[in-house]
C-alpha cells in the first residue's frame, strides 16, 4: 500500500512534461533508480502494446485503475532511422516534435514526440488508437521515457 504523503511527484501521478523531463527522466538517466519501482524499464519495440499494461503493472508500484489508460516506461532510445517494429506491428511517428518547457523561465528542457501504433507492416499497415509520447532530454541519445495510453 502507496502511504498517501510519500506519492510520487505528479498529482494522482499524472505528472506533467516537465516534471517528466526535470525529475523522472533527468534522475534516470543520473543512475538514479525509485526504489519502490514507479516507472519500470522496459523495450517497448519488443511488445505489442495490448501486452505492456500488464508488463507495467507487473513491475510499478502504481495500482491498475480500469478508468486510467495511461501507462509510463523507460525505454532504451532508439534512433530515427530506425524503425520502432514490434512483433505485429509498428510504431509511426506524427506531427512534430514539441519542445517541453520550465514553467518558471521559459527554457527548453526536452522534447516530446509522438507516435500512433499501427498493426501491419508498411503502407498497408491499419492505424490503431494506442498512442505514446516519448519525452528525450536536449542531449542524451540513451533513455527514452514514453507515456503510453489508449484513446
Same mark, same amino acid.
Given at each position: 500500500m502507496i502511504n498517501l504523503q510519500h506519492l510520487p511527484v505528479g498529482h494522482r501521478f499524472h505528472p506533467t512534461g516537465e516534471e517528466f523531463v526535470n525529475y523522472y527522466l533527468k534522475r534516470r538517466i543520473q543512475g538514479i533508480v525509485d526504489h519502490p519501482c514507479i516507472i519500470p524499464d522496459v523495450d517497448i519495440c519488443k511488445w505489442d502494446p495490448r501486452?505492456?499494461?500488464? #508488463? +507495467?503493472?507487473?513491475?510499478? &508500484?502504481?495500482?491498475?485503475?480500469?478508468? /486510467?489508460?495511461?501507462? =509510463?516506461? *523507460?525505454?532504451?532510445?532508439?534512433?530515427?532511422?530506425?524503425?520502432?517494429?514490434?512483433?505485429?506491428?509498428?510504431?509511426?511517428?506524427?506531427?512534430?516534435?514539441?519542445?517541453?518547457?520550465?514553467?518558471?523561465?521559459?527554457?527548453?528542457?526536452?522534447?516530446? #514526440? +509522438?507516435?500512433?501504433?499501427? &498493426?501491419?507492416?508498411?503502407?498497408?499497415? /491499419?492505424?490503431?488508437? =494506442?498512442? *505514446?509520447?516519448?519525452?528525450?532530454?536536449?542531449?542524451?541519445d540513451v533513455l527514452n521515457l514514453t507515456l503510453l495510453y489508449s484513446i
Open positions: 501486452e505492456l499494461p500488464d #508488463k +507495467f503493472h507487473g513491475e510499478s &508500484i502504481i495500482h491498475r485503475d480500469d478508468q /486510467v489508460r495511461e501507462w =509510463w516506461f *523507460f525505454s532504451p532510445h532508439t534512433p530515427q532511422q530506425v524503425k520502432r517494429s514490434t512483433p505485429s506491428g509498428y510504431w509511426k511517428k506524427t506531427g512534430i516534435d514539441r519542445k517541453v518547457k520550465a514553467r518558471d523561465n521559459g527554457r527548453i528542457i526536452g522534447t516530446k #514526440k +509522438f507516435l500512433v501504433f499501427h &498493426i501491419g507492416q508498411g503502407k498497408k499497415g /491499419v492505424k490503431t488508437n =494506442w498512442v *505514446f509520447h516519448e519525452y528525450h532530454l536536449p542531449t542524451d
